[in-house]
Protein backbone atom coordinates (compact mmCIF):
# COMPACT_ATOMS: atom_id res chain seq x y z
CA UNK A 1 0.00 0.00 0.00
CA UNK A 2 3.07 2.14 0.24
CA UNK A 3 6.48 3.13 -0.92
CA UNK A 4 8.07 5.01 1.80
CA UNK A 5 7.75 5.94 5.48
CA UNK A 6 6.51 9.55 5.44
CA UNK A 7 9.42 10.57 7.82
CA UNK A 8 12.28 9.02 5.70
CA UNK A 9 10.84 10.94 2.23
CA UNK A 10 13.97 13.04 1.36
CA UNK A 11 16.20 14.85 -1.27
CA UNK A 12 17.52 11.62 -2.43
CA UNK A 13 13.24 10.90 -3.78
CA UNK A 14 13.70 14.16 -5.80
CA UNK A 15 11.34 14.00 -8.57
CA UNK A 16 10.11 9.98 -8.12
CA UNK A 17 6.98 9.06 -7.43
CA UNK A 18 6.04 8.00 -4.24
CA UNK A 19 3.02 6.26 -2.44
CA UNK A 20 2.97 7.31 1.63
CA UNK A 21 -0.09 6.35 3.76
CA UNK A 22 -0.48 7.83 7.91
CA UNK A 23 -2.50 10.32 9.70
CA UNK A 24 -3.15 13.81 9.17
CA UNK A 25 -1.37 15.68 11.40
CA UNK A 26 -2.35 19.19 10.26
CA UNK A 27 -4.22 20.28 7.39
CA UNK A 28 -3.84 23.85 5.85
CA UNK A 29 -5.83 25.87 3.14
CA UNK A 30 -4.32 28.54 1.81
CA UNK A 31 -6.04 30.33 -0.69
CA UNK A 32 -6.76 27.33 -3.30
CA UNK A 33 -3.82 25.37 -2.21
CA UNK A 34 -4.49 23.03 0.32
CA UNK A 35 -1.02 21.68 2.51
CA UNK A 36 -1.29 18.69 4.78
CA UNK A 37 1.12 17.18 7.11
CA UNK A 38 1.26 13.69 6.86
CA UNK A 39 2.61 11.47 9.93
CA UNK A 40 3.70 8.03 10.53
CA UNK A 41 5.96 6.47 13.18
CA UNK A 42 9.14 8.07 10.95
CA UNK A 43 8.04 11.02 11.10
CA UNK A 44 5.92 14.12 8.92
CA UNK A 45 6.22 14.78 5.64
CA UNK A 46 4.36 17.83 3.33
CA UNK A 47 2.15 16.72 0.55
CA UNK A 48 0.51 19.95 -1.43
CA UNK A 49 -2.95 19.46 -3.16
CA UNK A 50 -3.75 22.05 -6.20
CA UNK A 51 -6.75 22.61 -7.95
CA UNK A 52 -5.45 20.97 -11.42
CA UNK A 53 -6.23 17.51 -9.86
CA UNK A 54 -9.21 18.64 -9.25
CA UNK A 55 -11.01 14.81 -8.03
CA UNK A 56 -8.16 14.95 -5.37
CA UNK A 57 -8.09 18.76 -4.81
CA UNK A 58 -11.95 18.11 -3.44
CA UNK A 59 -11.20 14.83 -1.30
CA UNK A 60 -8.67 16.99 0.13
CA UNK A 61 -11.11 19.86 1.01
CA UNK A 62 -12.97 17.53 3.36
CA UNK A 63 -10.12 15.78 5.25
CA UNK A 64 -9.37 16.26 9.02
CA UNK A 65 -7.16 15.57 11.34
CA UNK A 66 -6.43 12.23 12.23
CA UNK A 67 -7.74 10.92 9.25
CA UNK A 68 -6.17 8.03 7.72
CA UNK A 69 -4.50 8.34 3.98
CA UNK A 70 -2.96 7.18 1.34
CA UNK A 71 -1.49 9.54 -0.95
CA UNK A 72 0.63 9.02 -4.60
CA UNK A 73 2.83 11.97 -5.33
CA UNK A 74 6.00 13.33 -7.11
CA UNK A 75 8.53 14.31 -4.59
CA UNK A 76 9.98 18.44 -5.55
CA UNK A 77 11.80 20.96 -3.35
CA UNK A 78 10.15 23.36 -0.93
CA UNK A 79 9.93 26.56 -2.26
CA UNK A 80 12.76 28.73 -1.44
CA UNK A 81 12.16 30.06 1.90
CA UNK A 82 9.86 27.51 3.17
CA UNK A 83 12.28 24.80 3.81
CA UNK A 84 12.11 23.48 7.33
CA UNK A 85 15.68 22.03 9.07
CA UNK A 86 14.01 20.39 12.13
CA UNK A 87 12.45 17.61 9.68
CA UNK A 88 14.17 14.94 7.78
CA UNK A 89 12.24 15.82 5.06
CA UNK A 90 12.00 19.63 5.51
CA UNK A 91 13.58 20.16 2.26
CA UNK A 92 11.12 18.42 0.09
CA UNK A 93 7.10 18.07 -0.25
CA UNK A 94 5.19 15.44 -2.07
CA UNK A 95 3.23 16.91 -4.81
CA UNK A 96 -0.47 15.13 -4.35
CA UNK A 97 -1.57 13.20 -7.61
CA UNK A 98 -4.26 10.41 -6.00
CA UNK A 99 -5.53 10.05 -3.00
CA UNK A 100 -7.44 7.61 -0.73
CA UNK A 101 -9.04 8.36 2.61
CA UNK A 102 -8.83 5.21 4.20
CA UNK A 103 -10.59 6.00 7.14
CA UNK A 104 -12.58 9.09 8.97
CA UNK A 105 -12.04 10.04 12.34
CA UNK A 106 -13.60 11.61 15.12
CA UNK A 107 -12.49 14.74 16.96
CA UNK A 108 -9.41 13.53 18.66
CA UNK A 109 -9.77 13.60 22.67
CA UNK A 110 -7.05 16.12 22.97
CA UNK A 111 -4.31 17.82 20.56
CA UNK A 112 -1.59 15.64 19.71
CA UNK A 113 0.72 18.72 20.05
CA UNK A 114 -0.77 20.02 23.67
CA UNK A 115 2.00 19.20 26.34
CA UNK A 116 -0.18 19.85 29.53
CA UNK A 117 -2.29 16.60 28.77
CA UNK A 118 -4.22 14.96 31.81
CA UNK A 119 -2.93 11.41 32.51
CA UNK A 120 -6.13 9.85 33.26
CA UNK A 121 -7.32 10.71 29.51
CA UNK A 122 -3.87 10.41 28.21
CA UNK A 123 -4.65 6.83 29.20
CA UNK A 124 -7.85 6.28 28.58
CA UNK A 125 -7.39 6.97 24.74
CA UNK A 126 -3.54 5.51 25.04
CA UNK A 127 -3.99 4.78 21.60
CA UNK A 128 -4.43 8.38 20.49
CA UNK A 129 -1.44 9.22 22.63
CA UNK A 130 0.65 6.77 21.71
CA UNK A 131 0.99 8.73 18.19
CA UNK A 132 2.32 11.87 19.64
CA UNK A 133 6.23 12.15 18.56
CA UNK A 134 7.13 12.22 22.55
CA UNK A 135 6.01 8.60 23.04
CA UNK A 136 6.38 6.97 19.38
CA UNK A 137 10.11 8.33 20.07
CA UNK A 138 10.32 6.66 23.82
CA UNK A 139 8.62 3.25 22.26
CA UNK A 140 11.01 3.03 19.65
CA UNK A 141 14.01 3.96 22.05
CA UNK A 142 12.46 0.97 24.06
CA UNK A 143 12.34 -1.47 21.13
CA UNK A 144 16.47 -0.43 20.09
CA UNK A 145 17.21 -0.97 23.95
CA UNK A 146 15.90 -4.61 23.88
CA UNK A 147 17.41 -5.59 20.62
CA UNK A 148 20.83 -4.50 21.63
CA UNK A 149 20.61 -6.38 25.34
CA UNK A 150 19.46 -9.57 22.91
CA UNK A 151 22.18 -9.26 20.34
CA UNK A 152 24.82 -8.67 22.94
CA UNK A 153 23.79 -11.64 25.30
CA UNK A 154 23.45 -13.96 22.42
CA UNK A 155 27.25 -12.98 21.41
CA UNK A 156 28.18 -13.94 24.26
CA UNK A 157 26.67 -17.14 24.65
CA UNK A 158 23.28 -16.58 26.45
CA UNK A 159 20.29 -18.71 25.60
CA UNK A 160 16.83 -17.08 25.74
CA UNK A 161 14.94 -19.48 27.85
CA UNK A 162 11.22 -18.97 29.02
CA UNK A 163 9.89 -19.22 32.62
CA UNK A 164 6.29 -20.19 33.87
CA UNK A 165 4.23 -17.21 34.11
CA UNK A 166 1.70 -19.57 36.87
CA UNK A 167 3.91 -20.25 39.59
CA UNK A 168 4.32 -20.96 43.23
CA UNK A 169 3.18 -17.99 45.92
CA UNK A 170 6.50 -17.17 48.28
CA UNK A 171 6.32 -15.77 51.77
CA UNK A 172 9.30 -12.78 51.31
CA UNK A 173 9.10 -9.97 49.16
CA UNK A 174 5.65 -7.98 47.63
CA UNK A 175 2.20 -9.31 47.96
CA UNK A 176 1.69 -11.90 45.36
CA UNK A 177 -1.02 -11.31 42.33
CA UNK A 178 -3.00 -14.59 42.57
CA UNK A 179 -5.10 -16.86 40.11
CA UNK A 180 -7.02 -19.38 41.47
CA UNK A 181 -6.75 -22.99 40.13
CA UNK A 182 -10.21 -25.01 38.55
CA UNK A 183 -8.86 -28.10 38.54
CA UNK A 184 -7.50 -28.03 41.85
CA UNK A 185 -10.18 -26.34 43.71
CA UNK A 186 -8.99 -23.96 46.74
CA UNK A 187 -5.46 -24.01 45.32
CA UNK A 188 -4.03 -20.78 43.68
CA UNK A 189 -1.25 -20.27 41.55
CA UNK A 190 1.18 -17.08 41.55
CA UNK A 191 2.50 -14.59 39.07
CA UNK A 192 6.03 -14.37 39.66
CA UNK A 193 7.33 -11.53 41.06
CA UNK A 194 10.58 -12.58 39.52
CA UNK A 195 12.13 -15.52 38.10
CA UNK A 196 14.87 -16.23 40.39
CA UNK A 197 14.21 -19.47 41.53
CA UNK A 198 13.28 -20.95 37.59
CA UNK A 199 16.59 -19.19 36.31
CA UNK A 200 18.87 -20.75 39.61
CA UNK A 201 17.36 -23.94 38.61
CA UNK A 202 18.40 -23.66 34.50
CA UNK A 203 22.07 -23.51 36.43
CA UNK A 204 21.64 -26.56 37.84
CA UNK A 205 20.43 -27.75 34.29
CA UNK A 206 23.65 -26.78 33.17
CA UNK A 207 22.16 -24.81 30.65
CA UNK A 208 25.54 -22.47 31.72
CA UNK A 209 24.04 -18.75 30.67
CA UNK A 210 20.68 -17.58 30.45
CA UNK A 211 18.78 -14.54 30.00
CA UNK A 212 15.37 -13.56 29.83
CA UNK A 213 13.13 -10.14 28.66
CA UNK A 214 10.31 -10.85 31.13
CA UNK A 215 7.16 -9.91 32.49
CA UNK A 216 7.12 -9.33 36.33
CA UNK A 217 4.25 -8.94 38.93
CA UNK A 218 4.11 -7.55 42.31
CA UNK A 219 1.26 -6.27 44.31
CA UNK A 220 2.03 -3.57 45.72
CA UNK A 221 1.64 0.68 46.46
CA UNK A 222 2.18 2.02 43.51
CA UNK A 223 5.21 5.48 42.45
CA UNK A 224 6.68 6.83 39.80
CA UNK A 225 8.53 4.15 39.15
CA UNK A 226 6.77 1.44 39.75
CA UNK A 227 3.71 -0.27 38.39
CA UNK A 228 1.84 -3.60 38.66
CA UNK A 229 3.66 -5.49 36.18
CA UNK A 230 6.87 -4.43 35.04
CA UNK A 231 9.26 -5.90 32.46
CA UNK A 232 13.16 -6.69 33.18
CA UNK A 233 16.44 -8.33 31.43
CA UNK A 234 16.83 -10.88 33.60
CA UNK A 235 20.45 -12.84 33.40
CA UNK A 236 21.90 -15.86 35.04
CA UNK A 237 25.29 -17.79 34.83
CA UNK A 238 27.54 -20.38 36.08
CA UNK A 239 30.91 -20.57 37.10
CA UNK A 240 31.64 -16.47 37.24
CA UNK A 241 32.23 -14.23 40.16
CA UNK A 242 30.73 -11.01 40.65
CA UNK A 243 34.06 -9.44 39.10
CA UNK A 244 33.32 -11.26 36.06
CA UNK A 245 29.26 -10.65 35.86
CA UNK A 246 30.29 -6.98 36.99
CA UNK A 247 32.15 -6.69 34.38
CA UNK A 248 30.47 -8.17 31.77
CA UNK A 249 27.05 -5.87 32.62
CA UNK A 250 28.84 -2.88 32.51
CA UNK A 251 30.21 -3.47 28.95
CA UNK A 252 26.19 -4.36 28.06
CA UNK A 253 25.25 -0.77 29.87
CA UNK A 254 28.16 1.28 28.03
CA UNK A 255 27.41 -0.23 24.62
CA UNK A 256 23.96 -0.09 25.12
CA UNK A 257 23.96 3.96 25.95
CA UNK A 258 26.39 4.02 23.18
CA UNK A 259 24.63 2.99 20.15
CA UNK A 260 20.55 3.67 21.72
CA UNK A 261 21.25 7.31 22.63
CA UNK A 262 24.65 8.37 22.01
CA UNK A 263 26.52 8.59 25.23
CA UNK A 264 29.78 7.37 26.19
CA UNK A 265 29.30 6.30 29.64
CA UNK A 266 33.01 5.94 32.10
CA UNK A 267 35.37 3.64 31.03
CA UNK A 268 34.83 1.87 34.21
CA UNK A 269 32.44 2.20 36.80
CA UNK A 270 33.22 3.09 40.28
CA UNK A 271 32.30 0.95 43.20
CA UNK A 272 30.92 1.98 46.50
CA UNK A 273 30.07 0.04 49.72
CA UNK A 274 26.72 0.34 51.08
CA UNK A 275 28.53 1.79 54.23
CA UNK A 276 29.96 4.35 52.56
CA UNK A 277 26.86 5.41 50.23
CA UNK A 278 24.76 5.45 53.40
CA UNK A 279 27.34 8.09 55.42
CA UNK A 280 28.37 9.80 52.88
CA UNK A 281 24.68 10.55 50.96
CA UNK A 282 22.25 8.64 53.16
CA UNK A 283 21.28 6.38 50.64
CA UNK A 284 22.09 3.17 48.92
CA UNK A 285 21.40 4.43 45.46
CA UNK A 286 23.50 7.91 45.58
CA UNK A 287 22.91 9.80 42.94
CA UNK A 288 26.22 11.56 42.49
CA UNK A 289 25.66 13.97 40.22
CA UNK A 290 24.93 16.14 43.32
CA UNK A 291 28.23 17.19 45.16
CA UNK A 292 26.54 17.31 48.50
CA UNK A 293 27.35 15.37 51.59
CA UNK A 294 26.35 14.10 54.65
CA UNK A 295 28.94 14.49 57.32
CA UNK A 296 28.61 12.78 60.76
CA UNK A 297 29.18 15.65 63.77
CA UNK A 298 27.64 13.01 66.33
CA UNK A 299 30.97 12.82 68.31
CA UNK A 300 31.01 16.69 68.86
CA UNK A 301 27.92 16.89 70.40
CA UNK A 302 28.00 13.55 73.02
CA UNK A 303 28.56 15.78 75.82
CA UNK A 304 26.26 18.56 75.24
CA UNK A 305 23.59 19.18 77.32
CA UNK A 306 20.82 19.96 74.25
CA UNK A 307 19.39 16.23 74.46
CA UNK A 308 17.94 16.54 70.99
CA UNK A 309 21.68 16.40 69.93
CA UNK A 310 23.31 14.37 72.59
CA UNK A 311 20.77 11.95 72.80
CA UNK A 312 21.04 10.34 69.41
CA UNK A 313 25.08 11.29 69.60
CA UNK A 314 25.07 8.30 72.57
CA UNK A 315 23.09 5.79 71.01
CA UNK A 316 24.37 3.36 69.12
CA UNK A 317 21.23 3.26 66.46
CA UNK A 318 21.64 6.90 66.44
CA UNK A 319 22.86 9.34 63.99
CA UNK A 320 23.49 13.23 64.07
CA UNK A 321 24.77 14.44 60.81
CA UNK A 322 25.28 17.69 58.85
CA UNK A 323 24.31 18.99 55.35
CA UNK A 324 26.41 21.95 54.12
CA UNK A 325 24.82 23.91 51.59
CA UNK A 326 26.98 25.79 49.47
CA UNK A 327 25.33 29.63 48.93
CA UNK A 328 22.51 28.19 50.31
CA UNK A 329 22.19 31.15 53.07
CA UNK A 330 19.70 32.85 50.32
CA UNK A 331 17.19 30.29 51.65
CA UNK A 332 14.04 32.35 53.27
CA UNK A 333 12.30 31.44 56.78
CA UNK A 334 9.69 30.03 54.34
CA UNK A 335 11.75 28.03 51.99
CA UNK A 336 13.42 26.44 55.36
CA UNK A 337 9.74 25.66 56.88
CA UNK A 338 8.84 24.03 53.40
CA UNK A 339 11.87 22.14 53.82
CA UNK A 340 10.88 21.08 57.45
CA UNK A 341 7.94 20.05 56.25
CA UNK A 342 9.15 17.84 53.85
CA UNK A 343 11.92 16.15 55.75
CA UNK A 344 8.85 15.33 58.38
CA UNK A 345 7.78 13.03 55.40
CA UNK A 346 10.45 10.69 56.37
CA UNK A 347 10.23 10.92 60.00
CA UNK A 348 12.11 13.53 61.22
CA UNK A 349 10.75 15.45 63.69
CA UNK A 350 12.22 18.77 62.74
CA UNK A 351 15.14 20.53 60.70
CA UNK A 352 17.44 22.38 62.77
CA UNK A 353 19.95 24.61 60.69
CA UNK A 354 22.53 27.28 61.01
CA UNK A 355 23.17 30.57 58.16
CA UNK A 356 26.94 31.22 57.91
CA UNK A 357 26.76 35.04 57.55
CA UNK A 358 30.46 35.86 58.50
CA UNK A 359 32.44 33.28 59.88
CA UNK A 360 35.12 35.49 60.76
CA UNK A 361 33.66 36.98 63.34
CA UNK A 362 32.91 33.61 65.23
CA UNK A 363 30.10 32.77 66.70
CA UNK A 364 28.53 36.23 66.33
CA UNK A 365 28.70 35.53 62.37
CA UNK A 366 26.21 32.63 62.45
CA UNK A 367 22.43 32.81 62.58
CA UNK A 368 20.43 30.02 64.17
CA UNK A 369 17.90 29.22 66.46
CA UNK A 370 19.57 26.48 68.44
CA UNK A 371 23.33 28.10 68.90
CA UNK A 372 21.93 29.05 72.23
CA UNK A 373 21.99 25.50 73.03
CA UNK A 374 25.46 25.01 72.11
CA UNK A 375 29.18 25.90 73.24
CA UNK A 376 30.60 28.20 70.89
CA UNK A 377 33.65 26.09 70.32
CA UNK A 378 31.66 23.02 69.93
CA UNK A 379 29.07 25.54 67.15
CA UNK A 380 32.74 26.52 65.58
CA UNK A 381 34.61 22.67 65.15
CA UNK A 382 30.71 21.98 63.55
CA UNK A 383 31.20 24.80 60.95
CA UNK A 384 35.01 23.56 60.26
CA UNK A 385 34.19 19.95 59.79
CA UNK A 386 31.89 20.64 57.17
CA UNK A 387 34.10 22.97 55.66
CA UNK A 388 31.00 26.02 55.93
CA UNK A 389 32.04 29.46 54.45
CA UNK A 390 30.10 32.48 54.39
CA UNK A 391 26.95 32.17 52.26
CA UNK A 392 26.02 28.83 53.37
CA UNK A 393 23.59 27.40 55.44
CA UNK A 394 23.98 23.85 57.36
CA UNK A 395 21.37 21.73 58.09
CA UNK A 396 21.20 18.85 61.05
CA UNK A 397 19.47 15.37 61.59
CA UNK A 398 19.66 13.83 65.04
CA UNK A 399 17.71 10.98 65.54
CA UNK A 400 17.15 6.86 64.34
CA UNK A 401 20.19 6.29 61.80
CA UNK A 402 17.43 4.87 59.61
CA UNK A 403 15.65 8.15 59.99
CA UNK A 404 18.54 10.73 59.59
CA UNK A 405 19.16 9.01 56.61
CA UNK A 406 16.56 8.86 54.93
CA UNK A 407 15.46 12.42 55.86
CA UNK A 408 18.92 14.07 55.02
CA UNK A 409 19.66 11.62 52.08
CA UNK A 410 15.76 12.98 50.50
CA UNK A 411 17.18 16.95 51.66
CA UNK A 412 19.81 16.11 49.75
CA UNK A 413 18.53 15.64 46.28
CA UNK A 414 15.39 17.83 47.00
CA UNK A 415 17.86 20.73 47.66
CA UNK A 416 20.14 19.94 44.56
CA UNK A 417 17.50 20.08 42.31
CA UNK A 418 15.64 23.46 43.64
CA UNK A 419 19.01 25.43 43.67
CA UNK A 420 20.55 23.82 40.28
CA UNK A 421 23.10 21.71 42.15
CA UNK A 422 22.55 18.98 39.49
CA UNK A 423 25.74 18.14 37.37
CA UNK A 424 24.46 17.93 33.63
CA UNK A 425 26.24 14.60 33.06
CA UNK A 426 25.45 10.31 33.39
CA UNK A 427 26.75 9.09 36.78
CA UNK A 428 26.79 5.60 36.91
CA UNK A 429 28.60 3.63 39.97
CA UNK A 430 28.40 -0.48 41.90
CA UNK A 431 27.02 -0.34 45.06
CA UNK A 432 28.55 -3.18 46.79
CA UNK A 433 29.24 -4.94 50.18
CA UNK A 434 25.89 -5.32 51.50
CA UNK A 435 24.72 -6.47 54.81
CA UNK A 436 23.45 -10.06 54.36
CA UNK A 437 20.14 -9.16 56.59
CA UNK A 438 18.71 -6.13 58.42
CA UNK A 439 16.86 -6.25 61.68
CA UNK A 440 12.80 -5.72 60.91
CA UNK A 441 11.83 -4.32 64.86
CA UNK A 442 8.35 -4.71 63.92
CA UNK A 443 8.23 -8.41 63.32
CA UNK A 444 11.26 -8.49 65.22
CA UNK A 445 13.41 -10.41 63.09
CA UNK A 446 16.32 -10.76 60.24
CA UNK A 447 14.93 -10.02 56.91
CA UNK A 448 17.08 -10.44 53.65
CA UNK A 449 18.50 -6.90 52.06
CA UNK A 450 17.92 -8.58 48.70
CA UNK A 451 16.22 -11.69 48.63
CA UNK A 452 16.89 -15.20 50.90
CA UNK A 453 18.93 -16.70 47.70
CA UNK A 454 21.67 -13.98 47.79
CA UNK A 455 25.06 -16.04 48.79
CA UNK A 456 26.91 -14.33 52.14
CA UNK A 457 30.38 -13.47 52.28
CA UNK A 458 31.07 -16.36 54.57
CA UNK A 459 31.71 -20.40 53.21
CA UNK A 460 30.59 -21.36 56.95
CA UNK A 461 26.56 -21.42 57.92
CA UNK A 462 28.20 -21.23 61.33
CA UNK A 463 29.77 -18.08 60.95
CA UNK A 464 26.81 -16.97 59.72
CA UNK A 465 24.67 -18.12 62.77
CA UNK A 466 26.93 -16.30 65.75
CA UNK A 467 26.67 -12.88 63.62
CA UNK A 468 24.30 -12.73 61.40
CA UNK A 469 23.78 -8.64 61.35
CA UNK A 470 27.93 -8.28 60.79
CA UNK A 471 28.04 -10.52 57.50
CA UNK A 472 28.28 -9.03 54.12
CA UNK A 473 26.50 -10.67 50.93
CA UNK A 474 27.77 -11.12 47.77
CA UNK A 475 25.49 -8.57 46.33
CA UNK A 476 25.93 -6.03 43.92
CA UNK A 477 23.22 -3.07 42.27
CA UNK A 478 23.77 -0.83 39.45
CA UNK A 479 23.10 3.13 40.27
CA UNK A 480 22.71 5.67 37.62
CA UNK A 481 22.11 8.78 38.42
CA UNK A 482 20.38 8.00 41.64
CA UNK A 483 17.91 5.58 40.34
CA UNK A 484 19.08 1.63 40.84
CA UNK A 485 18.55 0.24 37.63
CA UNK A 486 20.10 -3.22 38.55
CA UNK A 487 20.66 -5.44 41.33
CA UNK A 488 22.16 -9.03 41.79
CA UNK A 489 24.07 -10.87 43.75
CA UNK A 490 26.07 -14.55 43.64
CA UNK A 491 23.54 -17.35 44.95
CA UNK A 492 23.54 -19.57 47.41
CA UNK A 493 24.73 -22.72 45.94
CA UNK A 494 25.32 -25.28 49.02
CA UNK A 495 22.00 -26.98 50.24
CA UNK A 496 22.70 -26.36 54.11
CA UNK A 497 23.63 -22.74 53.86
CA UNK A 498 20.69 -22.50 52.34
CA UNK A 499 18.73 -23.81 54.93
CA UNK A 500 20.50 -21.87 57.91
CA UNK A 501 19.39 -18.34 55.71
CA UNK A 502 16.01 -19.67 55.83
CA UNK A 503 16.42 -20.07 59.85
CA UNK A 504 17.60 -17.13 59.89
CA UNK A 505 15.19 -15.49 57.98
CA UNK A 506 12.29 -17.19 60.61
CA UNK A 507 11.20 -19.49 58.05
CA UNK A 508 10.36 -23.46 59.94
CA UNK A 509 11.61 -26.33 57.88
CA UNK A 510 8.21 -26.96 57.51
CA UNK A 511 7.49 -23.96 55.58
CA UNK A 512 10.81 -24.22 53.41
CA UNK A 513 10.49 -27.53 53.05
CA UNK A 514 6.53 -26.54 51.85
CA UNK A 515 7.81 -22.96 50.16
CA UNK A 516 11.23 -24.28 48.74
CA UNK A 517 11.53 -27.83 49.41
CA UNK A 518 12.38 -28.51 45.53
CA UNK A 519 14.74 -25.83 45.29
CA UNK A 520 16.85 -27.05 48.31
CA UNK A 521 16.79 -30.97 46.70
CA UNK A 522 18.27 -29.55 44.10
CA UNK A 523 20.78 -27.56 45.19
CA UNK A 524 21.75 -31.33 46.61
CA UNK A 525 22.03 -32.73 43.32
CA UNK A 526 25.38 -31.30 41.68
CA UNK A 527 24.96 -27.25 41.74
CA UNK A 528 27.34 -25.07 40.55
CA UNK A 529 28.45 -21.92 41.71
CA UNK A 530 26.19 -19.46 40.21
CA UNK A 531 25.07 -15.51 40.18
CA UNK A 532 23.36 -13.26 38.18
CA UNK A 533 21.89 -9.87 37.97
CA UNK A 534 18.29 -8.48 36.60
CA UNK A 535 17.95 -4.23 35.06
CA UNK A 536 15.03 -3.17 35.13
CA UNK A 537 13.64 -2.35 31.63
CA UNK A 538 11.19 0.24 32.33
CA UNK A 539 13.09 2.40 34.53
CA UNK A 540 16.20 2.03 32.34
CA UNK A 541 14.13 3.44 28.97
CA UNK A 542 12.64 6.16 31.78
CA UNK A 543 16.11 7.30 32.20
CA UNK A 544 17.56 7.61 29.03
CA UNK A 545 14.28 9.13 27.24
CA UNK A 546 14.31 11.76 30.11
CA UNK A 547 10.75 10.56 30.83
CA UNK A 548 9.49 11.15 34.74
CA UNK A 549 7.65 8.35 35.09
CA UNK A 550 7.71 4.61 33.81
CA UNK A 551 4.35 4.82 32.98
CA UNK A 552 5.57 7.10 29.79
CA UNK A 553 7.46 4.60 28.55
CA UNK A 554 4.85 1.44 28.58
CA UNK A 555 2.54 1.16 25.62
CA UNK A 556 0.07 -0.02 27.91
CA UNK A 557 0.25 1.03 31.58
CA UNK A 558 -2.03 0.87 34.77
CA UNK A 559 -2.80 4.34 36.96
CA UNK A 560 -1.29 4.58 40.25
CA UNK A 561 -4.60 2.59 41.80
CA UNK A 562 -3.42 -0.17 39.44
CA UNK A 563 -6.27 0.60 37.13
CA UNK A 564 -5.89 0.20 33.37
CA UNK A 565 -8.72 3.21 31.98
CA UNK A 566 -8.16 1.89 28.44
CA UNK A 567 -9.81 -1.53 29.53
CA UNK A 568 -11.36 -0.64 32.90
CA UNK A 569 -9.45 -3.56 33.87
CA UNK A 570 -9.46 -5.20 36.94
CA UNK A 571 -13.52 -5.52 36.51
CA UNK A 572 -16.20 -7.94 38.08
CA UNK A 573 -16.89 -11.45 36.36
CA UNK A 574 -19.72 -14.04 35.94
CA UNK A 575 -21.15 -15.45 38.77
CA UNK A 576 -20.82 -18.46 36.79
CA UNK A 577 -16.88 -18.36 36.46
CA UNK A 578 -16.69 -17.67 40.13
CA UNK A 579 -18.44 -20.95 40.90
CA UNK A 580 -16.31 -23.11 38.52
CA UNK A 581 -13.26 -21.38 40.28
CA UNK A 582 -15.52 -22.50 43.89
CA UNK A 583 -14.44 -18.82 44.82
CA UNK A 584 -17.43 -16.77 46.73
CA UNK A 585 -16.84 -12.89 46.80
CA UNK A 586 -17.15 -11.26 49.97
CA UNK A 587 -17.33 -7.75 49.74
CA UNK A 588 -16.31 -5.01 51.91
CA UNK A 589 -19.08 -3.18 54.48
CA UNK A 590 -20.10 -0.03 53.87
CA UNK A 591 -19.17 2.92 56.03
Known amino acids: MRSQYCGLVDETLMGQEVTLCGWVNKRRDHGGVIFVDLRDREGLVQVVFDPDTPDVFETAEHIRNEWVLQVTGIVRERPEGTANPDLHSGQVEVLGKALTVLNAAETPPFQLDDENLNEEIRLRYRYVDLRRPVMQQRIRTRAKLTGFMRRFLEEQGFLDIETPMLTKATPEGARDYLVPSRTHPGSFFALPQSPQIFKQLLMMSGMDRYYQIVRCFRDEDLRADRQPEFTQLDIETSFQNEDEIMGMTEDLVRGMFSEVIGVELDAEFPRMSYAEAMQRYGSDKPDLRIALELIDIGDLLADVEFKVFSGPANDPAGRVAA ?77 KAKVVNEALGALRLKIGEDLGLVEDAWKPLWVVDFPMFEWDERDNRWQALHHPFTAPAVDDPKALHDKPGEVLSRAYDMVINGSEVGGGSIRIHKPEMQREVFKLLGISDEEAESKFGFLVRALSYGCPPHGGLAFGLDRLVMLMTGASSIRDVMAFPKTQTAHCPLTDAPSEVSARQLSELNIRIKKPVAE
Open 323 to 399: LRVPGGGSLSRKDIDVYTEYVGRYGAKGLAYVKVNALDEGVAGLQSPILKFLPDEVALEIMQRCGAADGDIVFFGAD
